[in-house]
């Protein structure tokens, strides 16, 4: 498998540098057929260094200097020790040595974090000069060898070079920008620009086009950017598995992290929301909330894509549970909005990582740490709602402008009044407007029956939550106890997060005028804190799981309502209402 990684990490360059080549050539063949004797003979290549070394300029003054500011951060904002190898526990001191000495790579220290919140990260210039962090969550949590199977992952971004790997990388959307820019400048100028022949009109117009090209290049780049990075995580994983020769170690440090995140978050919501707390145990708790948040690329994994994972065993201590944990993954991996969802994500999601640290354990001939983890049976594929979501959360906002425009252009085009054209694209817009609507605010009951979080993420029978997503909504009541907001130590998050006695869930409470979240966040959500309440709406996943709150009823049966589902309604009937006035419109102009 390491090999593997590499020849596919050199595929992804090469396919990265191939862009920056096919963008190049059609920004010289613009250039030369505008302004021929503009650039001299033998010196067209000019067109594309300037641009890249400008590029590797910047990446390379961030490259520099990045490690001393992240020296800086870690030593005066996280209140973090700095050891040599040498004065760390004997274990990891032993493990290291051995390591660098096997690789040829050294630390300049080993930064211990004062967090309770497990993660871990590296840094630096070279092999030679890098730096490792991680936070006593990674001690206290973890045990010896699920923290030697951390310790080794972070080695193996030093061994792999990945600080180099992804800064040659991240040049690379820059250059694809430079050259986008370049050609939507020279294509406005020549289109404002008077008396022109048709041959500046036809390069102008092929200016347009490739920077449009060149807009799209840099927008994918960016993705194969964090596919790159995704590919360094397995590697390291892979080099983890290698150098502790238990790959389960690590998948169980990776479940045991998630767990300690959610946990810690958790802690420090309650001490911001707390109005009790001193402002010293404030400022803490917002210090290490805004740590875990600042830390989301560089971390062992993103904590928003592993809340599922942690919240399936929340609660239950430290014992893994690996079915609960195999059935919350489940989502990541056969859902297609896991897959799509990761598209955006520096880390994999920790599922596939689990499956391919399984994958290792089973080529060593040992047991899977955990053998039911994407082997749990589904009723039926998820691909056509997939399909119908996204195009109805994506697609269906650009309709509402395109299909009255369209339908006015066909009415006009066959002499039809184009009252009548656009009241019938209204029409549409209408009509998929409550297809949206059916599919995000279902019908909810008062009658509904109580689920719990691990519910929610474990059961995959047909028509069951699992089927939830960014856009499918399903129908939730749960009861637990209000912790925290959304966003800890934010006193303007309306959202809200509640314990039940499995696990923990946002509570996204959306009113229908955006400006009313102000009042609610300010006046209300803080009256919330620590009661327990019963909460009806819509649960979604994106992948961490969310209710989207339709009513709230606290003990005492005082009811916090939001009316956005109300709304859409609304709004439908209001297109409706006018879609069939303008058709009404066009027809009375028509005589017998």
Same mark, same amino acid.
């Given at each position: 498998m390491p090999k593997n990684l590499y020849i596919r990490s050199l595929g992804v360059m090469t396919v990265l540098w191939g862009f920056v080549f096919v963008v190049?050539?059609?920004?010289?063949?613009?250039?030369s057929l505008a302004a021929p004797d503009l650039i001299p003979p033998g010196s067209e290549y000019l067109i594309i260094v300037i641009p890249v070394l400008f590029a590797f300029l910047m990446v390379g003054i961030q490259f520099l200097i990045s490690p001393w500011l992240m020296d800086f951060i870690i030593g005066w904002v996280y209140d973090a020790t700095k050891y040599q190898v040498d004065e760390l526990p004997p274990h990891i001191q032993s493990f290291l040595h051995q390591q660098m000495e096997l690789h040829n790579f050294s630390l300049k220290w080993v930064a211990i974090i004062h967090d309770n919140n497990p993660n871990a990260f590296t840094y630096g210039h070279t092999k030679k000069r890098a730096r490792m962090a991680i936070t006593e969550g990674i001690l206290n949590y973890l045990t010896e060898d699920e923290q030697l199977a951390v310790v080794a #992952?972070?080695?193996? #971004?030093?061994?792999?070079? !990945?600080?180099?790997?992804? @800064?040659? +990388?991240?040049?690379?959307p820059l250059v694809l920008y430079s050259f986008y820019q370049g050609l939507w400048i020279y294509a406005r100028? @020549?289109?404002?620009?008077?008396?022109?022949?048709?041959?500046a009109e036809k390069?102008?117009?092929?200016?347009?086009? $490739?920077?449009?090209?060149?807009?799209?290049a840099y927008w994918i780049s960016q993705y194969i950017v964090l596919f790159l990075s995704r590919v360094r995580?397995?590697?390291? !994983?892979?080099?983890?598995?290698?150098?502790?020769? %238990?790959?389960? $170690?690590?998948?169980? *440090?990776?479940?045991?992290?998630?767990?300690?995140?959610?946990?810690? !978050?958790?802690?420090? *919501?309650?001490?911001?929301?707390?109005?009790? +707390?001193?402002? @010293?145990?404030?400022? %803490?708790?917002?210090?290490k909330s805004a740590f875990t948040t600042g830390m989301r690329s560089l971390g062992v994994f993103d904590v928003a894509s592993a809340k599922n994972l942690a919240l399936s065993s929340y609660g239950r201590g430290l014992s893994l549970d690996n079915e609960s944990v195999a059935k919350a993954a489940q989502w990541d991996l056969s859902n297609p909005w896991g897959r799509f969802l990761e598209l955006s994500s520096t880390h994999p999601l920790p599922a596939k990582r689990i499956l391919a640290l399984n994958t290792m354990q089973e080529e060593r001939g040992m047991e899977p740490e955990f053998p039911q983890m994407g082997k749990v049976k589904l009723p039926e594929s998820l691909w056509d709602e997939f399909l119908i979501d996204l195009v109805l959360l994506y697609f269906a906002p650009l309709l509402f402008i395109i299909l009255p425009i369209l339908s006015a252009i066909f009415a006009t085009s066959?002499?039809?009044?184009?009252?009548?054209?656009?009241?019938?694209?209204?029409?549409?817009?209408?009509?998929?407007?409550?297809?949206?609507?059916?599919?995000?605010?279902?019908?909810?009951?008062?009658?509904?029956?109580?689920?719990t979080v691990t519910h929610c993420l474990t059961d995959h029978t047909k028509n069951s939550y699992y089927e939830a997503s960014p856009l499918r909504g399903k129908g939730a009541v749960f009861v637990g106890k209000v912790v925290g907001r959304g966003v800890p130590g934010y006193f303007l998050s309306e959202d809200l997060v509640i314990q039940d006695d499995t696990g923990i869930i946002t509570l996204n409470y959306s009113p229908v005028l955006g400006f009313m979240s102000f009042f609610f966040a300010l006046f209300r959500a803080p009256s919330l804190r620590g009661m327990k309440v019963k909460a009806?709406?819509?649960y979604h996943r994106s992948p961490q799981p969310v209710l989207q709150v339709w009513k709230i009823v606290t003990e005492e049966g005082k009811t916090f309502h939001n009316r956005w589902s109300g709304a859409n309604w609304v709004f439908m009937w209001i297109m409706i209402i006018i879609g069939i006035a303008l058709i009404a419109t066009g027809l009375s102009t028509f005589t017998v």
């Open positions: 190049g050539m059609v920004l010289i063949a613009v250039i #992952h972070e080695s193996g #971004h030093i061994v792999h070079r !990945d600080f180099i790997w992804m @800064t040659v +990388a991240a040049a690379i100028v @020549t289109s404002r620009s008077g008396g022109r022949s048709e041959g390069v102008g117009a092929a200016a347009m086009v $490739a920077a449009v090209g060149a807009f799209i995580e397995y590697y390291a !994983d892979s080099f983890s598995a290698e150098a502790t020769g %238990q790959p389960g $170690a690590l998948s169980r *440090a990776l479940v045991k992290i998630a767990y300690g995140m959610v946990k810690e !978050d958790s802690i420090n *919501a309650e001490k911001l929301s707390d109005e009790n +707390a001193s402002p @010293t145990v404030r400022r %803490q708790a917002s210090k066959v002499g039809i009044n184009i009252n009548i054209g656009i009241g019938a694209g209204i029409l549409l817009v209408a009509l998929i407007w409550k297809l949206r609507r059916r599919e995000k605010y279902p019908k909810l009951k008062l009658s509904d029956p109580v689920v009806y709406g819509w």
